[in-house]
């Protein structure tokens, strides 16, 4: 019964690296969304739509039921799969990714959302500067680099068609949500700074899960506190063996 880790914006199944390395079970998938550091399928159009079939389709191959994690937009996947597939899913994990009536987009992600201004900003996003602002955001500089190295034009355009796509998530999803009934941990860093801890609270308590809270850590827990978040996840998966 494998592990499925799903990475979110701007990275790649490369944000796992820290975190799988200190897990002792070996069955890890860590798919690299269409369009992030990998080729789009034929007729693959970017929204939150598509990328949530295209991970059933991951699911489905495997042929069994996954623990299934998501961080950033990865999260968001995360709840919305559980929600319309439970049958897929023995248990799920994520964390700092909203699907919140009351969650107002960041900044950046609403000016990603706004034709014109979403491409100016995309053609300042890369190589230095790119590093330096994950870095400024709590990313270790290394893996910062290396995310930015990966940052073309297929991902910038990519990203805003999902953002595009998601203006009104929290209403479309949230009562979805609601509804799962699967062993759930919300995994939050504690010192978002895109995400306020009370949306993973809101979380917990709407699908009844176990609540984490990974202090000291910005948006990236799994590059920031990946033995923290390593052993968190082996204790919940433990616990519904």
């Not at 798919?31 to 007729?43: E, H, R």
């Not at 248990?91 to 987009?105: H, K, L, Q, S």
């Not at 491409?119 to 500089?141: C, K, S």
């Amino acid at each position: 019964m494998p592990a499925v880790l799903v990475h979110g914006v701007p990275d790649t199944h490369r944000l796992w690296d820290k975190l799988r390395s200190r897990l002792s079970r070996r069955d890890i998938l860590t798919p690299s969304l269409p369009g992030f550091g990998v080729p789009l399928p034929p007729d693959f159009h970017p929204t939150k739509e598509a990328y949530v079939t295209w991970l059933i389709g991951e699911i489905e191959r495997v042929g069994v039921p996954v623990d299934l994690v998501g961080h950033d937009w990865g999260c968001l996947f995360v709840q919305r799969v559980v929600s319309v597939r439970p049958d897929l899913i023995r248990t799920w994990g994520a964390g700092n990714g909203p699907i919140d009536r009351e969650y107002v987009w960041h900044d950046l992600a609403q000016q990603w959302q706004t034709p014109g201004v979403g491409e100016a900003i995309m053609a300042t996003m890369g190589g230095d500067a790119l590093a330096e602002g994950l870095a400024a955001a709590g990313v270790p500089a290394e893996d910062a680099r290396t995310a930015a190295s990966h940052m073309d034009e297929r991902m910038k355009e990519c990203i805003l068609g999902l953002y595009r796509s998601a203006v009104r998530v929290g209403e479309e999803w949230e009562a979805d949500v609601a509804r799962i009934g699967r062993p759930a941990l919300v995994l939050w860093s504690r010192d978002d700074p895109y995400v306020a801890p009370r949306f993973a609270e809101r979380l917990a308590e709407r699908v009844r899960g176990e609540l984490v809270f990974l202090e000291g850590c910005g948006h990236w827990w799994p590059l920031e506190h990946p033995a923290e978040a390593a052993a968190a996840l082996e204790r919940f998966w433990r616990a519904h063996a």
